[in-house]
């Protein structure tokens, strides 16, 4: 009798831990955990370098995705 409680408790606790993995992985991936504010707030402290360098990433980040689209479209 303990041996199927801990069974069904090892089972229970391993789909749960499965989906609350899934539903982390799901909301990264959204852009759930990016903080949009981070770069609005940023522009009242920054000086014209830091803003070059932003608009620099945020380019750089925008091809990478473009990219990844690109090679996932072509397979």
Do not use: C, H, Y
């Amino acid at each position: 009798m303990i041996n199927d409680t801990l069974l069904m408790m090892l089972i229970v606790g391993l789909v749960v831990s499965f989906a609350i993995l899934a539903v982390f992985i799901w909301g990264a991936k959204g852009g759930q955990f990016d903080d949009s504010r981070k770069m609005m707030d940023g522009l009242l402290f920054d000086g014209t370098d830091d803003l070059n360098d932003a608009i620099k990433k945020e380019e750089k980040v925008k091809k990478a995705k473009e990219d990844k689209k690109s090679e996932s479209s072509k397979k």
